[in-house]
């Protein structure tokens, strides 16, 4: 239960006391009452100070009400003192006002009722200063113990509050110094706050200047109030040098790291330009060599070819067969580098014709191979390069007919779908299929799964179509599985229109 409310009556009239203490008690259940009847009680009273509130008459025989209000507001400035009176003229009453009377009621028939509603009203409003008190107090203690600047300040831009945290990210003593220095300038963030329309509300991210002359960054956030109808700006001062400092930081290392990635890049180019013109040049020049072997090779087949015995004769086919192998060994190298070296033009080409191109220069190892090919039209028209993407469909094609297993018929199947802004063309086959792990590694030059004597080929195959469709800003890959038989597939960009 909660402590009485301890109330002092001061009246020397016996019967005013009396009915002053029946109203309280009809108000307050839980009541204690002293009576003062004599300075002596009232001294008694405000040594021991056990009391909440006093209800006091003016006229007493041994005071008056003006000097005991002043004596409780001198010794317990918060308590509420009531006047009740019918003695006192209106100066009295506002001289008591003045001097911290809570309420004053005239004594009267009809009026006593009115002592227990302004001894209620004086303990809420009571209640509610101690409150503010304590807010206020939580409050100055959180302003004071936050890392963030806080601040304010009037509209002519002059600081009027900041908090300690505020002062020791500018490092001076006082708002007023920020002022005299000219530190932040609010005039300027309030009058860009005055232009915009609500929430007048800005984040910024600014660099000041301390008052020892160092910079630092901070976050700024700026918001435009009214209190008690003045307009303020009010301001949030956040360091964020740090971050700041490693944003800096991290842009200048991208910039060394792309400047070195772009220059190694172009080490490389270099490189591979220069290696790619090497092997053009030798193959180039081997050719003339082996055109002699073969020429030769050729001759003595036709004049001496029934004279010479089965081994000699067999010796002689070898180095044909050879200087042939190495014949497209060649052309295929020079195709490769080629791919690189030429400037290509990228327009739209259509799929179904270029596949007609390319089934007629297959056509001998169709026929050799008895090969059903079944293409699904229409097919799409691609943004590529006619002759590239020959040579591009004519490996990946030649060896879906190839790497078929001994006696079986290579069914091979030819359809496009739409993926996004891309066509994906897929050539299906029933051949040997390639095991996953291998996958990656057939589109490298010279990579060969096989002996020649199983297949014959250079190697050069899928290199050749892979570095065509990088040409062309297109994608090649391969699904499979050992003995499945293989889908590639080539992916190009579209052209909406057809042709
Ligand atoms: P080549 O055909 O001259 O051997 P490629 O570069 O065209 O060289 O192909 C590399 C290797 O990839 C081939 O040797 C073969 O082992 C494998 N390969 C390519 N296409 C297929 C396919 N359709 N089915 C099975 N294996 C294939």
Known sequence: MANPLQVLVIDDNRSDRALVIRELRREFSHLTVQEIVDAKDFEQAIAKGNFDVVVTDYQLGWSDGLKILRTVKAHYPRCPVIMFTNTGTEEIAVEALKSGLDDYVLKQPNRYIRVPIAVRVALERLEMHQRAALLEIRLQGL?????????RSNSDGTLLEANPAFLDLLGIESPNQANELNLLDTLG???????????????????????????????????LN?????????????????RKQAEIALQQLTATLEMRIRDRTAQLEATNQALEEFTYSVS?????????????????????GESLNSEHLGFLQRII???????????????YSRLRQTDISLEPVSLSQVLENVLAQLEPDIQARQAQIYVEKPLPVVRANRFILIQVLINVLANAIKFVADKIQPHVRIWANQRGKYIRLWIQDNGIGIDVKQQQQIFNPFTRLHSEEEYSGTGIGLAIARKGIERLGGKIGVESQSGHGSRFWIELPTVMESL
């Not at 302003?143 to 601040?151: D, R």
């Not at 301001?235 to 964020?240: A, K, M, Q, S, Y």
């Not at 180039?284 to 001496?304: K, M, N, S, T």
């Open 143 to 151: 302003l004071n113990q936050v890392k963030i600047g806080i601040f």
């Open 284 to 304: 180039h020049d081997l050719r003339a060599p082996l055109r002699i072997i073969y020429g030769f090779a050729q001759l003595l087949l036709e004049d001496l």
């Open 321 to 335: 067969a050879n200087a042939n192998r190495l014949d497209a060994l060649i052309s295929d190298l020079l195709t």
């Open 189 to 223: 963030y309030y009058k860009q706050l005055m232009e915009q329309s609500p929430p007048q509300q800005q984040e910024q991210e600014v660099q000041l200047q301390r008052r020892n002359g160092s910079l630092f960054w901070a976050l700024l956030t700026t918001t």
């Open 226 to 242: 009214t209190v008690e109808g003045v307009p303020v700006l009010d301001g949030l001062l956040e360091d964020i040098t740090e």
